[in-house]
């Protein structure tokens, strides 16, 4: 069975991001850009699983073409090969997804490994659409994962408890924070990595399912005030708290 790897690029979360000139869009000038940290758990966990299984390993990522030191460093984490699909235009999950799933189905059966969400957009859908193209069973947000053969056994934290999957592979699964530690590759992998084929395509955005009208930054907070001290000002916080927050 292959084992697949869906790399994003995000902005680094320290990175302070403001509309661009057109409105619609973010302004990333001077932005620093990392691999989705979600991401970075799921990686961990498909080489844990090529190296139990002893399957092939792709990592792949879809945008734009200054992500290949990352699909390095992939590569050296224990991929065998990388393929960045390089786009001409904006993607929701939809069109990655489709873009994604072009290129996995030839390997079915094969289990995917995606982060949970990106840390830009925070929508947390890919997963499920490119289980919808490919066919494939969907466990999303999983924060342990057991295999024993081809079943296995994983857990999500959910409201008020912690809710345990099983059932049999291929599958895809989006991964949570804790899922893992991830590994740092060594100056040998990192070296052998060089020799390892990493392919960029040029690919053209499939047709968006949204339209983004407005990008705004919020609304600047009114200041805060000081009703008083003490037990006497009791009074007037339920009063403003009634009145103006409505929140009583």
Same mark, same amino acid.
């Given at each position: 069975?292959?084992?697949?790897a869906?790399?994003?690029?995000?902005?680094?979360?320290?990175?302070?991001?403001?509309?661009?000139s057109?409105?619609?869009?973010?302004?990333?000038?001077?932005?620093?850009?990392?691999?989705?940290?979600?991401?970075?758990?799921?990686?961990?966990?498909?080489?844990?699983?090529?190296?139990?299984?002893?399957?092939?390993?792709?990592?792949?990522?879809v945008?734009p073409?200054?992500?290949?030191?990352?699909?390095?460093?992939?590569?050296?984490?224990g /991929?065998?090969? *990388?393929?960045?699909?390089?786009?001409? %235009?904006?993607?929701?999950?939809?069109? @990655? #997804?489709? +873009?994604?799933? !072009?290129?996995?189905?030839?390997?079915?059966?094969a289990?995917?490994?995606?982060?949970?969400?990106?840390?830009?957009?925070?929508?947390? /859908?890919?997963? *499920?659409?490119?289980?919808?193209?490919? %066919?494939?069973?969907?466990?999303?947000? @999983? #924060?342990? +994962?057991?295999? !024993?053969?081809?079943?296995?056994?994983?857990?999500?934290e959910?409201?008020?408890?912690?809710?345990?999957?099983?059932?049999?592979?291929?599958c895809?699964f989006?991964?949570?924070?804790?899922?893992?530690?991830?590994?740092?590759?060594?100056?040998?992998?990192?070296?052998?990595?060089?020799?390892?084929?990493?392919t960029?395509?040029?690919?053209?955005?499939?047709?968006?399912?949204?339209?983004?009208?407005?990008?705004?930054?919020?609304?600047?907070?009114?200041a805060?005030?000081?009703?008083?001290?003490?037990?006497?000002?009791?009074?007037?916080?339920?009063?403003?708290?009634?009145?103006?927050?409505?929140?009583?």
């Amino acid at each position: 069975m292959n084992v697949v790897a869906c790399l994003a690029r995000v902005p680094d979360t320290a990175s302070r991001i403001k509309p661009g000139s057109d409105g619609k869009s973010p302004d990333l000038e001077g932005a620093q850009f990392v691999v989705n940290p979600y991401d970075e758990f799921a990686l961990e966990e498909a080489v844990k699983l090529r190296e139990a299984k002893g399957s092939s390993l792709l990592a792949i990522h879809v945008g734009p073409v200054d992500f290949q030191k990352e699909l390095r460093n992939a590569l050296a984490k224990g /991929a065998d090969k *990388a393929i960045q699909l390089s786009t001409t %235009g904006p993607l929701g999950p939809a069109g @990655i #997804s489709k +873009l994604l799933a !072009e290129q996995i189905r030839p390997l079915l059966p094969a289990t995917v490994f995606l982060g949970k969400q990106s840390v830009d957009g925070d929508v947390g /859908a890919t997963g *499920a659409f490119l289980g919808n193209e490919l %066919g494939l069973p969907v466990v999303s947000k @999983i #924060s342990t +994962l057991k295999i !024993e053969g081809d079943r296995f056994s994983a857990t999500r934290e959910v409201e008020g408890g912690v809710e345990t999957i099983e059932g049999a592979l291929p599958c895809i699964f989006t991964a949570e924070k804790g899922l893992n530690e991830p590994r740092r590759a060594g100056l040998n992998q990192i070296m052998a990595a060089k020799k390892k084929p990493l392919t960029v395509e040029t690919k053209s955005a499939p047709p968006p399912l949204l339209d983004v009208l407005a990008l705004e930054l919020p609304k600047d907070r009114p200041a805060g005030r000081m009703l008083g001290e003490g037990v006497g000002a009791v009074a007037a916080l339920v009063t403003a708290l009634q009145n103006e927050a409505k929140v009583l």
